[in-house]
């Protein structure tokens, strides 16, 4: 390696931007459309050292009092390329390439925010211990162009040290000034896509006989409109549907020195949900990806040769969503693909796979036999010709994974045997097979009865999405199942043996085996939420390594990066927002990028090691609800026909928060939300409840709008378009709802909370829902995200949230699982936000119930709809055709040729028909009237049938009538109310 002009050469490109050193270049993609045309790949692109080396210095571990670290560093050979800062904030700073200013501090308490707020209106002093988190280390991260030999001499306030490159392999510690100091060897990742206008993700690469390595990206380009505080309601509401955004497939190439410029696939403006890319035998590039063309998401793909585009191919036809597609060359040449593909007759997801010759695809095979849903499939091929496809299915009522071995001149599935099969969550398969042709196989398990009953008064026996998440790996050789001979986690420090997901494999050229994962970083929290980093370890002799710290990949859960092998290297290639660094309000941006770092052990790896793997039975936990499936049956086919209608019971929620939300660090992957609805609740629909979709970042609401499209598989699952806009008390958190696709979050009306003559801002969020035909619902409204009722619009605000599995019951006082007081209520207590005095108020109110941040199984909002539609779902909420559910419990509450929500006028005394089929016996039904309990029974039956009459109706009033019923075992049901006008 040369040093000097080469050194400085690069640290010209190299610019640091808040978050990375990255170069910087001028985005011009050739456009492709649909004919073969002669596209040339420029390749005045970024240039990039694949040897640049990477240092990570963890400064002030264990302060206990904020310390000034202001240093330098010098080098005894080569040259400082860059410096970064680690948790850079406030008045720190780098000076030059070689020297810093920064300090270890406290992190902000969660919830301090919400608490100084609070101190603030009850007139206490704002901050103190409120603010007062948990001392966190800073320090910086030094990318070099220098020899193994090079000393490294650090000067700081707190004292000086140093240490040698060769000293610092990766996956090992130095520790320095009693144990203050933490240094380790990290990758130099650069930025690829920096300063383009698009938010870049979801990547895919793969090598070519030439040792190029090729990186396909999904590029999301946002409308020219950008969303801020408004000062002023809007005169033009259609501003809030963006014209002009989409997604389009961008293409580049790395030739070892520098990267090409991105090349366009496809055209701009389409829906387009993720990317996979293989090189043929022939070196033809070819990338396929999974689009939305009139309502139907099919795989599409494009080869490229070097000079030429292909035409753009459709591989799949049938009615349903092919999805998550995954690529691979075996080693004759020939590319393979494998895929998730729902069936809209079945409503059954499964996994497929094909080969890909000249574009076209041969007769698909359906790898996962399973009659339930199969998820994510991973493909690797090994030397013979066979394929494996490695995915998670379903079948056994909790998460399994399966590797199938697949014959591609037979074109079926060989043989699919169980990888991991107990009653814990085993999910997100990856495969890779090494130069032995061992099937190394990783995946993310979680705990027994995952996604089941959990809620804040109901602490099991499920478990929330994103608990106890680790990952497993486990080794086929020659058929037999192994495990390695040290366990994965042997070496690793005690805050990285959990909070661990979307494990990645792959095999370097010398022949040693990854393994990348998502790790959550405890008390981390940028302006987008939580932080999340990618870790990598590696497979020697007969031990893991420790993990690897990979620089610049702060971003959201959800991450699915590739390691690629090339004849010039080993590359991680990643997506990364830059939030644990972003800074808005100081123009630093928070984008979606690529990265791609280089991974380069040198040498060649020690032989591995492996042991026979223990055979895990599968136990014999009981399952927390071994009827459910015949209850859900029992609710999908009930039908009630009055007045010349017929409806269907459409179980749903939409408030479940996800990692998308910037408190939804415990919630788990936007895309668990999906399993969770379609398989473990069962559900016929669900919508995101993040806040904003993302704190009103387009990007994350195009993914959430897109991510409801994708999963929309009817009639069988429709979901909504949904999201939580969050407004402190009195004004109140709503949750919104639309039936089609493509309307903005609306933000805030500065100056609108709280108006004591009524919220201005509600108001003006009542316009927007009318003018794009949507509703709201006022959730957990009796506590400080709630509202003492001082607005109500009945056209956009039909409905309401009344009891929420995350927190209480919010119907009125005493009532079962309300709160009493302050002590025993979730979030504040403001008893003026009961459901009661709402309907105490006039205001016409349908019932619902929803989950919230962690809270599972345990919330149901069931609409009483004509059709199985969006449009149907939205009508029928609007109708107040809805009730409110902690189980699959069936409600029926009529009166005469009227239902649950509606309002009419009777002649008569009204009498109402009530029928209930529980999943134990009813213990309690109780009738409400006006506020007034006047009807109860205790009939200790699983189905119960009554007919109550009032008898004592007041002339010429409207009364509101209402039903809750509770089982034996705590479980409850709130039919919406009746109001009645009795005029004799």
């Known amino acids: 390696m040369r040093y000097g002009r080469v050194a400085i050469g690069l640290a010209a490109v190299l610019l640091i931007v808040g978050t990375s050193a990255a170069a910087v270049w001028l985005m011009n993609g050739a456009q492709a459309g649909g004919r073969q045309r002669t596209v040339v790949m420029e390749s005045a692109g970024p240039l990039m050292n694949p040897q640049a080396v990477a240092v990570r210095m963890l400064l002030g571990v264990r302060d206990q009092q904020p310390t000034v670290w202001d240093g330098a560093v010098k080098l005894s050979q080569g040259e400082v390329l860059a410096i970064q800062g680690w948790r850079f904030a406030e008045s ?24 100084r707020r609070q101190q603030g209106r009850q007139g206490n002093p704002p901050g103190g211990a409120a603010a007062q988190g948990p001392m966190a280390e800073n320090g910086v991260i030094l990318t070099l162009d220098a020899p193994e030999t090079a000393q490294v001499n650090v000067t700081t306030k707190q004292g000086d040290f140093s240490f040698s490159l060769s000293d610092l392999p990766y996956g090992k510690t130095l520790r320095a000034l009693d144990g203050n100091v933490q ?16 938010a870049d993700d979801f990547p895919a690469a793969a090598a070519d006989g030439d040792g190029n390595l090729w990186v396909a990206y999904v590029a999301y380009k946002g409308s020219a409109a950008r969303l801020e505080p408004l000062l002023e309601e809007p005169k033009d509401w259609s501003l809030f549907k963006p014209q002009g955004n989409g997604d389009q497939i961008k293409l580049m190439k790395f030739d070892g020195t520098q990267w090409s410029k991105p090349m366009d696939v496809t055209e701009a403006g389409l829906d387009i949900y993720k990317v996979a890319i293989a090189v043929d035998g022939g070196n033809r590039v070819w990338v396929v990806w999974s689009q939305n063309v009139k309502g139907n998401w099919d795989l599409y793909a494009r080869g490229y040769d070097g000079k030429e585009l292909t035409e753009t191919r459709r591989l799949t036809t049938r009615e349903g969503t092919d999805t998550n597609p995954v690529a691979i060359t075996d080693e004759r040449g020939n590319v393979h693909l494998a895929w998730q593909s729902f069936d809209n007759r079945t409503g059954q997801s499964d996994v497929m796979a094909a080969t890909l010759a000249n574009g076209a695809l041969s007769s698909s095979v359906r790898v996962s036999p399973s009659p339930a849903n199969d998820w994510d499939p991973s493909i690797a091929a090994d030397s013979d010709g066979t394929i494996y496809v490695a995915y998670d299915t379903y079948d056994k009522g909790n998460y399994d994974v399966m590797l199938a071995m697949v014959n591609p001149l037979a074109r079926r599935a060989v043989r699919v045997i169980s990888v991991a099969n107990s009653l814990r969550m085993e999910a997100r398969a990856s495969v890779v097979v090494d130069k032995q042709d061992n099937v190394w196989v990783a995946w993310e398990e979680r705990g027994e009865n995952w996604g089941k009953d959990f809620g804040a008064l109901q602490p099991g026996p499920g478990i929330p999405l994103y608990r106890g998440a680790g990952v497993k790996v486990k080794v086929f050789q020659r058929g037999m199942a192994q495990t390695t001979v040290g366990d994965l986690d042997a070496h690793w420090p005690t805050g990285l043996k959990q909070m661990n997901s979307f494990p990645r494999l792959g095999v370097d050229g010398n022949g040693r085996v990854f393994l990348a994962f998502r790790h ?48 010039r290297g080993f590359f991680l290639v990643y997506s990364a927002d830059g939030r644990q660094f972003a800074r808005p309000q100081q123009g630093v941006p928070l984008n979606h990028e690529i990265y791609v770092a280089p991974l380069n052990l040198r040498g060649a790896p020690a032989a591995v090691a492996f042991k026979v793997a223990v055979t895990e039975e599968m136990g014999t936990s009981r399952p927390a609800h071994p009827n459910e499936p015949a209850d859900v049956a029992r609710m999908r086919a009930y039908r009630l026909t009055v007045n010349g209608k017929t409806y269907q019971l459409l179980r749903g929620e939409f408030h479940r928060h996800t990692e998308i939300s910037g408190d939804g660090g415990n919630d788990g992957s936007y895309l668990d939300m999906w399993r969770y609805g379609l398989d473990v609740a069962d559900m016929d629909w669900i919508g995101y409840g993040d806040h904003d979709n993302g704190g009103g970042r387009e990007y994350t609401w195009w993914l959430s709008q897109k991510l ?39 933000p805030r009306l500065q100056g609108g909370t709280g108006d004591a003559a009524g919220g201005r801002d509600t108001k003006m969020l009542y316009k927007y829902l009318k003018f794009f035909d949507g509703i709201c619902a006022v959730h957990t409204s009796a506590t400080d995200m709630g509202t003492d009722w001082r607005d109500n619009d009945p056209v956009a605000e039909p409905i309401v949230e009344i009891y929420q599995g995350d927190r209480n019951n919010y119907e009125a006082l005493g009532a079962p699982r309300a709160a009493s007081g302050p002590q025993d209520s979730y979030g504040g207590w403001q008893p003026a936000g009961m459901v009661w005095n709402a309907l105490e108020k006039g205001y016409r109110l349908g019932f619902q119930s929803s989950s919230d941040h962690i809270s599972t199984h345990i919330s149901y909002a069931i609409v009483l709809a004509e059709k199985p539609t969006r449009q149907a779902i939205l009508d029928a909420f609007k109708k107040r055709h809805c009730y409110a559910a902690t189980d699959n419990i069936i409600m029926e509450f009529r009166c005469g040729n009227h239902i649950m929500g509606d309002e009419f006028t009777t002649q008569t005394p009204p009498k109402f028909d009530i029928r209930i089929v529980g999943t134990q016996p009813i213990a309690r039904v109780d009738i409400v009237k006006d506020n007034t309990y006047v009807y109860n029974a205790t009939p200790h039956q699983k189905e119960v049938r009554l007919t109550w009459q009032d008898n004592a109706p007041t002339q ?20 919406s109310p009746m109001w009645v006008r009795y005029q004799p």
């Open 92 to 115: 720190d700073t780098m000076e030059g390439r070689t020297a810093w200013r920064a300090s270890t501090r406290r992190l902000p308490r969660p919830g301090a925010a919400r608490q």
């Open 183 to 198: 240094v380790d060897r990290v990758p130099a990742p650069m930025n690829i896509t920096q300063q383009a206008p698009t």
């Open 520 to 567: 959550r970083q405890q008390n981390m929290r940028g302006p987008a939420g939580t932080v999340w980093h990618e870790y990598v370890t590696f497979y020697e002799g007969n031990q893991w390594s420790a993990p690897i710290f990979v620089t610049n990949s702060d971003g959201l859960l959800t991450n699915t990066p590739t390691l690629v092998a090339t004849r």
């Open 708 to 746: 409801t499209d994708v999963f929309h598989v009817p009639p069988k699952f429709v979901p909504m378009f949904t999201y939580e806009r969050s407004v402190p008390y009195p004004d109140g958190h709503r949750n919104v709802m639309f039936a089609h696709r493509g309307v903005r979050t609306l």
């Open 956 to 975: 010429d009033k409207v009364s509101y009538y209402y039903v809750r019923a509770q089982q034996s075992d705590g479980q409850l049901v709130w039919a």
